[in-house]
């Protein structure tokens, strides 16, 4: 997941990961996914506007 997210703030396009890491595209692309989605859930449990 580290990776998803340092290769989003390096401006690296999601194409090029799998030659990059050496993953296949649906691994990164899963990968991609669930770090997305936990940075989601974190910021909406410290942001909750009731």
């Given at each position: 997941?580290d990776?998803?997210v340092?290769?989003?703030?390096?401006?690296?396009?999601?194409?090029?990961?799998?030659g990059?890491?050496?993953?296949?595209p649906?691994?990164?692309h899963?990968l991609?996914h669930?770090?997305?989605?936990a940075?989601?859930?974190l910021?909406r449990r410290n942001?909750?506007?009731?």
């Open positions: 997941m990776v998803i340092l290769a989003h703030l390096c401006g690296i396009h999601p194409a090029a990961l799998p990059i890491v050496g993953l296949s649906a691994m990164t899963t991609d669930h770090a997305r989605g940075l989601n859930d910021y942001h909750t506007w009731e």
